[in-house]
């Protein structure tokens, strides 16, 4: 599924190629193509823009179990010294250079333009909590245990028509390959294929899983992962769809304006996840204490629910207090027909 070195025009076989005064990675070409309309733009400045977009249930399926059976096979090759490394502890420190960046270029637009308002507000609240949420797991804060491919969009995955079916025929442009966490590919797998929903997230844990193994604290800290990546990659959709432009310029391109609200509509449902996981101070649901109810003296009255909408849990028997908004647990009698206490 990678390119292999290609052979050079006298037989030989080399990793790099000199032309025109840059190095070039001599790789062999892969057959196929990128599912989806349009998976990639260009900015003004003539930047390549990786738009997402979502793939069919069996394609998708085929990409994540590809990608796990990469992550299995270079296991041994991420402890080298000599191999280049992404720990998420730098991924945060570099997604949190890019927000500053992005947030300076797009101030000027956010007063008439409502994306960006809603950019600016929803990375203030994801980016420090899902950085948090990493730092506070030291092993996968710096650990690094597999290669990842870390830049994993719909443009760069190739598939080809097998027998009705698209099949998967290769992954390109392995220039941010680095030994890291697998967290960071499944995050792309989730918000560049899709966007970011409880279904999709445990759709690529569990196609994932059932290849290589994820510890529980991988699959806790997903969400964050998640939102890391988002904050970065939508900021960076939209300072490309705001940029000011001349009259000579192409138009701006719908499918840019699409995958920057998409990536966009992704942060803002994966932000209340990893929020709710950072705050410690939320109660747990309290359980109810099953009691034995009072006999009321008159059936269809207030004793006979205990109350407008029955006690409190925990209050004692017989109590009037109000239950204060807190929903109760429906009575197993009807209010016609009394039965006595339990004596138990």
Known sequence: MVPDVAETSTGERRDVIAAGGRLYDAQGWLPGRPLGRRVVETALSGARVNLPTTLPPAPLENLIETVA??????????????????????????????????RGRLRAAASRNPPVQRWIRVSERALP???????????QWTGMSVVGHHDLWPA???????????????LVDFSD?????????????????????????????????????????????????????L??????????????????????????????????????AVTPV????????????????????????????????????GRRAGSAPGSASPSRGRATPASPSSPRRRRKPNPT
Do not use: C, M
């Not at 909590?129 to 092993?139: D, H, Q």
């Not at 760069?156 to 290769?170: I, K, Q």
């Not at 409880?198 to 994820?214: C, F, K």
């Open 156 to 170: 760069h995955v190739l598939f080809s028509r097998r027998d009705e079916d698209e099949r998967l025929t290769g």
């Open 231 to 268: 904050v970065a990659e939508a900021g960076w959709l939209l300072v490309v769809a705001n940029e000011p432009r001349g009259r000579d310029d192409p138009p701006l391109s719908s499918a840019l304006r699409t995958g920057a609200e998409a990536l966009l509509a992704s942060l803002e």
């Open 69 to 102: 059976r990469f992550h299995e096979a270079t296991q041994s090759l991420a402890p080298r010294v000599e191999a280049p490394q992404a720990p998420l502890s730098a991924v945060a420190a570099a997604v949190g250079r890019a927000w500053s960046g992005h």
């Open 274 to 309: 990893v929020l709710r996981g950072e705050d410690k101070s939320v109660p747990g649901v309290r359980k109810w204490v099953h009691r034995a109810r009072p006999e009321a003296s008159q059936p269809g009255k207030a004793g006979a629910l205990g109350g407008k909408a």
């Open 129 to 139: 909590a899902a950085a948090a949420a990493l730092e506070s797991v030291p092993e």
């Open 177 to 229: 390959l680095a030994a890291g966490s697998p967290l960071l590919d499944l995050a792309h797998l989730v918000g560049h294929f899709g966007g970011w929903s409880a279904d999709a997230a445990e759709a690529v844990l569990g196609t994932y899983g059932a290849i290589r193994a994820l510890t529980p604290e991988e699959r806790r800290l997903l969400p964050a992962v998640v939102a890391l990546d």
